[in-house]
C-alpha cells in the first residue's frame, strides 16, 4: 500500500502513540495527534491529510462524531473511526456521518492496514463516481439548454413558415380573385362576337372561330384559377363541410352538361343512375369538384368515338360512384403519384392540364369523410371508384 498522511485524533496519549508506531511501520507519515476535535480541525487547516483516525469521545467540546461532521463539510477527507464502544447508539450515530469505516478496540495492525486499505478504496471510488456524476449533469445540462435551444430556433422557423405559408394563400386569392373579373368580361366578350357573327358579314367563320378559341381558352384559365383558388383555401385550412339538402339529379345532370359543353372531343357519356335518392345531405360544392373533375378527366384523355360510362348508386347510406373510360391510362410506375399537386403522367403529350384535378378531388373526398380507389392500365383506360357518405 503506498504511504498516506495520517491525522491520530486520540484523547489516550498511550493509544495515540503505539497506534503512530505501527502505522509508521508501514512507511505512512503522521502529520499530528490530537485528543480535542478543536486541535485536529485546527492541524487540518494547516496541513493536509489523506485519512483521519478519529475516536469517538474525546476531550473539548467537539465529541469524534461532530468533529467528523466538521471534517466531512469542509475537507472532505474520509474517517475511520476508533471507539471501544460497539452499542446500538453509538453505531446509530456514527452511520449518520457516513464514515468510511469503523474499528472496535482493541485491533491488531493488520485489521487496521486493511480497513485503511478498504477505506482509501472507497474514498477514491466515491469521489471518482462523484465526478462522473457531475459530468454527467453537466452534460444533461448543457444537452438540455441545446435542446431549448434548437426548439426555440424551430418554434421560430415554424411560426417564419406558418406566416410564410399565410402571406402565399393571401396573395393566390388576391391574385386569383383579381384574374376573376377581366376573364369574366372577355368571356362575355367572345360571347358576343359569337352572336354578332351569327349575322352575314364576310369575316363571319375567322369571327367565330377566333371567338370560340377565346371562349375555350377563358373557359381554361378560369378552370385553373378555381383550382388554384381551392388549394389556397385549403393550405389556409378554409375548406369546410357545409351540408345541405341538395336535388341528386340536377346537380349530375349540370356536371355532365358542364363537361360535354366544354370538351373538344367526340366522347359519348354514358350516365347510369341506380336507385338513388331525390334528395341527399352533404355539400354540393365538394360532391361538384369531385363529379366534374374526375368526369372531364376521363372525357380529356379518351379519344374520338370512345365513351365514359359514369355510375352512381346508393348503399347505406353512401353514394358509390364509378367513372370509366377507355382512354390513355396511368403508366403503372407512375401511379403512386397519381393524387400529387401538379403531377402530370408522361404520355398525356399535348394535351392540356395543371394536374390539380385530381389533388382536389382526393382532398374534396377526404373532407367528405370518404374513399377513392381506381385501376388503370397504360393505353386500356382507367377506372375510378369513389365512396361518399350522405344522410337522406
Excluded at 24 to 39: A, F, T, V
Excluded at 99 to 105: F, G, L, M, R, T
Excluded at 326 to 347: M, S
Aim: aromatic share 6%; net charge negative; charged share 30%.
Amino acid at each position: 500500500m503506498f504511504p498516506l498522511r495520517i491525522l491520530i485524533t486520540e484523547d489516550d496519549h498511550v493509544s495515540a502513540l503505539l497506534l503512530k508506531k505501527a502505522l509508521e511501520k508501514n512507511n505512512h507519515q503522521i502529520i499530528g495527534i490530537s485528543d480535542s476535535g478543536e486541535k485536529a480541525l485546527e492541524i487540518l487547516s494547516e496541513h493536509h491529510a489523506d485519512i483521519v483516525m478519529m475516536d469517538i469521545n474525546l476531550a473539548g467540546e467537539l465529541d469524534g462524531i461532530r468533529t467528523t461532521e466538521i471534517i466531512n463539510e469542509k475537507y472532505d477527507i474520509p474517517v475511520v473511526y476508533l471507539s471501544a464502544s460497539s452499542d446500538a447508539e453509538t453505531l446509530t450515530k456514527v452511520v449518520g456521518t457516513n464514515p468510511s469505516a469503523y474499528v472496535i478496540k482493541p485491533f491488531n495492525i493488520r485489521e487496521l492496514n486493511m480497513v485503511i486499505e478498504l477505506a482509501i478504496f472507497k474514498d477514491r471510488k466515491e469521489k471518482e463516481l462523484q465526478k462522473l456524476n457531475n459530468e454527467l449533469e453537466e452534460k444533461v445540462r448543457q444537452r438540455t439548454k441545446d435542446l431549448a435551444e434548437a426548439n426555440k430556433e424551430l418554434t421560430r422557423a415554424l411560426e417564419k413558415e406558418r406566416e410564410i405559408g399565410e402571406l402565399k394563400s393571401r396573395i393566390v386569392l388576391n391574385v386569383s380573385h383579381g384574374f376573376k373579373t377581366p376573364l369574366t368580361s372577355i368571356l362575355s366578350s367572345a360571347q358576343l362576337l359569337q352572336k354578332y357573327a351569327e349575322k352575314e358579314h364576310p369575316f363571319k367563320a375567322k369571327i367565330m372561330k377566333h371567338a370560340e378559341k377565346i371562349e375555350h381558352s377563358v373557359r381554361n384559365l378560369n378552370s385553373l384559377l378555381t383550382s388554384v383558388l381551392f388549394f389556397g383555401k385549403a393550405d389556409a385550412n378554409k375548406i369546410d363541410y357545409k351540408p345541405k339538402k341538395l336535388f341528386l339529379n340536377a346537380l349530375i345532370s349540370e356536371v355532365v352538361d358542364v363537361v360535354k359543353a366544354g370538351s373538344e372531343h367526340d366522347v359519348k357519356i354514358n350516365l347510369k343512375l341506380g336507385r338513388i335518392p331525390k334528395t341527399v345531405t352533404s355539400d354540393s360544392d365538394l360532391l361538384y369538384q369531385i363529379f366534374e373533375n374526375l368526369l372531364s378527366n376521363a372525357v380529356k384523355y379518351s379519344k374520338d368515338g370512345q365513351s365514359v360510362e359514369f355510375e352512381i348508386n346508393e348503399e347505406d347510406n353512401h353514394l358509390l360512384v364509378k367513372i370509366t373510360d377507355h382512354g390513355i391510362g396511368i403508366p403503372e410506375t407512375e401511379q403512386d403519384q397519381l393524387f400529387d399537386r401538379f403531377f402530370r403522367a408522361k404520355n398525356v403529350g399535348i394535351i392540356e392540364g395543371s394536374g390539380l384535378g385530381l389533388s382536389i378531388v382526393k382532398k374534396c373526398v377526404d373532407v367528405l369523410g370518404g374513399e377513392i380507389t381506381y385501376e388503370s392500365k397504360q393505353n386500356q383506360g382507367t377506372t375510378f371508384f369513389v365512396k361518399i357518405p350522405v344522410n337522406k
